[in-house]
C-alpha cells in the first residue's frame, strides 16, 4: 500500500534513514557519520504535519511495517534571472528497507511521487543520486530518469 506518511510511521521512517545513511557512509565514511539519521523524531514529527515535505510510504499488507519512503519537496525560482518559473518536484530521499528490496516497492513510490508532481502541475521530477551508489543510479535509470547535472569534487 502507497500512503502518505502518518505520525505512526516515524518509528518505520527512522529505520529507513539509518539505512540511507549507512549506505552513504559505507561508501563515503569521509562524509558521512554512521550509523545516523537526517532527522528526528522530532523534525519527522514536525514535517509530516506541514506543508512543506510530502513524505509518502510503501507498507506491507497489514499497513504496520513501513517497506519503504519518499521525501518529496516542491521547488520553484520565481523572479529568477537565469532559471524559467516552473515547477519541480524534488525527491529527496527515496530508500527501500534491505528485506524489501527486488519487490518493486522502489518503483511504486516512485511512480506515486510522479503522480503525485503530475497532480500538482509539474513541470518535472528531480533528484540527487551519490557516485557512489550506482545501484541506485542505475534504478532510477531503468524508470527513465536521465542525468540533468553532475558534481564535481576535489578532496585536498
Known sequence: MIRRAEQRDIPGL????????MVHHNGRPDLFKGPATKYTAEEL????????????????????RVLGH???????????????????LY???????ENARRQHVGKRLYEAA????RACGCYNVTLNVWACNPGAQAFYESCGMQPQKIGMETVL
Open 70 to 88: 519518499a521525501f518529496c519537496m516542491m521547488q520553484q525560482h520565481p523572479d529568477d534571472h537565469v532559471l524559467t518559473d516552473i515547477k519541480t
Open 91 to 97: 525527491i529527496d530521499d527515496i530508500c527501500v528497507d
Open 14 to 21: 527512522l529505520n529507513l534513514l539509518v539505512q540511507v545513511d
Open 45 to 64: 514529527a514536525e514535517m509530516l504535519a506541514g506543508d512543506g515535505t510530502v513524505v509518502f510510504v510503501c507498507t506491507d499488507e497489514s499497513d504496520t
Open 114 to 117: 510522479l503522480d503525485y508532481a
